[in-house]
């Protein structure tokens, strides 16, 4: 297969998405009309209407669809296992359990007018997900196993459900509603301001990420390979720690826990490509995460019954790719 010119076609047709995230939605809008606003052109509510509602939402699926799809496949790489994601870590789980605290004790301890703060609920995420990622850091120097680090991040996992579950108990049903609508995911709804900040975190965690690729492309050959090579494999272990959990912070806090993206689309980038090129499935894991992100982007807005929440789109997507790499890797996952 010839990989560049696919490669190319794939962002041809990526940018093609991108331009029709625009233009589909309640209101349809023409490509010339979309020129039109970026000409400064159009009158004002179309301008905001693409501006400030339809450029964020498909700047946010961009963002999400680099960070969870890079995050996966660092993951993945890291454990020697198709089914790591970017939750396998708890960090997830503890932005979830920050938001939770948020929203279920602010409204008992009489702060509940701090919730129509929209930086509240990004902060009270990313605030849990660094929680975590610190833990786990403070952890990953005393554990050599990278096995054993999973087993951890599951357990930090567990106890996040656990007080969540204990909040929900006793929650009103009114706060679990908005606990759920949070858990569905969105992509729309920040601001300029909140989307500056969200770039900033994910090109830091991909910046961070591409100083591991030598190291994980050594790894392939085995620990003892890599260490003859002169890799420091505590060293990349704790770099695509960060890396990662800078990428599925952000992401968890300024789009909420969306699920399968980061588990589905590496697993499909190895099965078209079948490389052991580290580079060369980066870099399409990277584009085609941005394509899926912005198609599952557009398939929220034409569901004829309302905006569907993008976790629902990215669970039929991602389930039947998930029983796939059980049923194609049935010696190897455990």
Not at 170 to 182: G, M, R, T
Not at 204 to 217: D, N, Q, Y
Not at 289 to 310: A, D, K, Q, V, Y
Not at 322 to 331: F, H
Request: charged fraction near 10%; hydrophobic fraction near 55%; include cysteine.
């Amino acid at each position: 297969m010839k990989e560049k010119p696919l490669f190319f076609v794939l962002i041809a047709l990526t940018i093609l998405l991108f331009l029709l995230s625009l233009s589909v939605g309640k209101v349809a809008i023409s490509f010339s009309e979309i020129y039109q606003v970026f000409c400064g052109n159009a009158d004002e509510m179309l301008h905001n209407l693409v501006f400030n509602f339809r450029l964020t939402k498909s700047l946010t699926a961009l963002l999400v669809g680099i960070s969870l799809p890079i995050s996966g496949f660092l993951m993945q790489e890291l454990f020697k296992n198709p089914l790591a994601e970017p939750s396998v870590l708890g960090i997830t789980s503890m932005a979830s359990l920050g938001v939770a605290i948020v929203i279920f004790m602010f409204s008992i301890v009489g702060l509940e007018e701090y919730l129509n703060n929209p930086w509240m609920i990004i902060f009270a995420s990313f605030f849990g997900s660094i929680l975590a990622l610190v833990l786990i850091i403070s952890l990953s120097f005393r554990i050599k196993s990278s096995a054993s680090l999973v087993i951890i991040g599951f357990m930090i996992a567990g106890l996040a459900a656990a007080f969540i579950g204990i909040m929900q108990y006793f929650a009103p049903s009114e706060k679990i509603k908005s606990y759920l609508v949070w858990g569905f995911g969105s992509l729309s709804g920040l601001s300029w301001e909140q989307l500056g900040i969200f770039t900033l975190f994910v090109f830091s965690g991909i910046i961070i990420s591409l100083f591991t690729l030598k190291g994980i492309t050594a790894l392939l050959l085995g620990e003892k390979y890599a260490q003859s090579l002169g890799i420091n494999i505590k060293k990349m272990r704790l770099i695509i720690l960060i890396s990662t959990a800078l990428l599925t912070a952000s992401a968890t806090a300024f789009a909420g826990p969306i699920s399968f993206v980061g588990l589905a689309i590496p697993h499909i980038c190895r099965t078209l490509l079948k490389t052991g090129n580290m580079k060369v499935l980066y870099r399409w894991v990277f584009v085609t995460g941005i394509f899926f992100m912005l198609l599952f982007s557009i398939l929220t807005e034409i569901f004829p019954f309302g905006t569907l929440p993008i976790n629902i789109i990215t669970a039929l997507f991602g389930a039947p790719i998930v029983i796939s790499i059980l049923l194609n890797n049935k010696n190897e996952v455990r």
